[in-house]
């Protein structure tokens, strides 16, 4: 049985890290959309790739946790990160129909997705997709596993988890399009021909997100600045 006086918990923003660690203490009243830091160590994925410090916390502390993402319920990360993580502190991305917002949300998720796949994993006990924060199953076969007791608040974890899986058509399309690029294994330097912001306008406009695969194609890529002027003065 771990001693749970201390926990290192590292998570993209958003990731619902917080509520993993309140519910494993047993320090969940009331369903919550967000929940604080009961005293356990908390850090961000960017955190522990440049910050040294915490590879050497994680040899100390007994139980360690990361939360990462994958291609699974992406949208409803983005959804709980846009309103946990950016709304409340920066109200000027609170227009969706906005390229400033558009691209905050785009690099963020890449960012984020990359990092975690920088984490190493075997530095930690449990690694959990952020899609299983949401299933009840595992968490109370984690919860038991971790406290070698059954989980008795079911309902108010189930609350807690409607809270927070949510989306929207604008957060859904900006995932649609970075899974795209995912999908054809395109290099994040490589050039657009197009632009993203624009094809996820066109989606909202149309409310039809066909057109991502359309324009999304490794042939609309390039590597080359030379390529990509060739191409601005063939469509001018």
Same mark, same amino acid.
């Given at each position: 049985?771990?001693?749970?006086?201390? =926990?290192?918990?590292?998570?993209?923003?958003?990731? $619902?890290?917080?509520?993993?660690?309140?519910?494993?203490?047993?320090?969940?009243?009331?369903?919550?959309?967000?929940?604080?830091?009961?005293?356990?160590?908390?850090?961000?994925? $960017?955190?522990?790739?440049?910050?040294n410090e915490i590879y050497r916390l994680s040899q100390k502390i007994p139980l360690k946790i990361f939360i990462y993402l994958?291609?699974?319920?992406?949208?409803?990360?983005?959804?709980?990160?846009?309103?946990?993580?950016?709304?409340?502190?920066?109200?000027?991305?609170?227009?969706?129909?906005?390229?400033?917002?558009?691209?905050?949300?785009?690099?963020?998720?890449?960012?984020?997705?990359?990092?975690?796949? #920088? =984490?190493?994993?075997?530095?930690?006990?449990?690694?959990?997709?952020f899609s299983k924060t949401f299933d009840i199953e595992y968490l109370a076969a984690l919860y038991k596993d971790i406290n070698k007791k059954d989980l008795k608040n079911?309902?108010?974890?189930?609350?807690?988890?409607?809270?927070?899986? #949510?989306?929207?058509?604008?957060?859904?399309?900006?995932?649609?399009?970075?899974? $795209? =690029?995912?999908?054809?294994?395109?290099?994040?330097?490589?050039?657009?021909?197009?632009?993203?912001?624009?094809?996820?306008?066109?989606?909202?406009?149309?409310?039809?997100?066909? #057109? =991502?695969?359309?324009?999304?194609?490794?042939?609309?890529?390039?590597?080359?600045?030379?390529?990509?002027?060739?191409?601005?003065?063939?469509?001018?």
């Amino acid at each position: 049985m771990y001693n749970l006086s201390e =926990i290192l918990c590292v998570f993209p923003p958003g990731s $619902r890290g917080t509520f993993l660690v309140n519910f494993l203490t047993d320090n969940i009243i009331k369903a919550e959309f967000e929940f604080g830091n009961q005293g356990f160590k908390k850090f961000h994925t $960017r955190q522990i790739i440049y910050n040294n410090e915490i590879y050497r916390l994680s040899q100390k502390i007994p139980l360690k946790i990361f939360i990462y993402l994958y291609k699974d319920l992406l949208d409803v990360y983005l959804y709980c990160y846009y309103y946990k993580n950016i709304l409340p502190h920066y109200p000027k991305y609170n227009n969706l129909y906005s390229e400033k917002t558009f691209d905050k949300l785009f690099y963020m998720l890449k960012n984020e997705y990359e990092d975690c796949n #920088k =984490i190493k994993n075997d530095y930690f006990d449990y690694v959990i997709p952020f899609s299983k924060t949401f299933d009840i199953e595992y968490l109370a076969a984690l919860y038991k596993d971790i406290n070698k007791k059954d989980l008795k608040n079911i309902s108010i974890i189930e609350e807690s988890n409607a809270l927070s899986f #949510k989306t929207d058509k604008h957060l859904s399309i900006v995932c649609e399009i970075f899974k $795209r =690029i995912l999908e054809i294994k395109m290099s994040w330097d490589s050039i657009f021909y197009y632009s993203l912001f624009d094809l996820y306008i066109d989606c909202l406009n149309n409310e039809n997100s066909n #057109k =991502i695969e359309h324009l999304i194609i490794p042939q609309n890529f390039s590597d080359s600045h030379v390529e990509f002027s060739k191409f601005i003065k063939n469509h001018v």
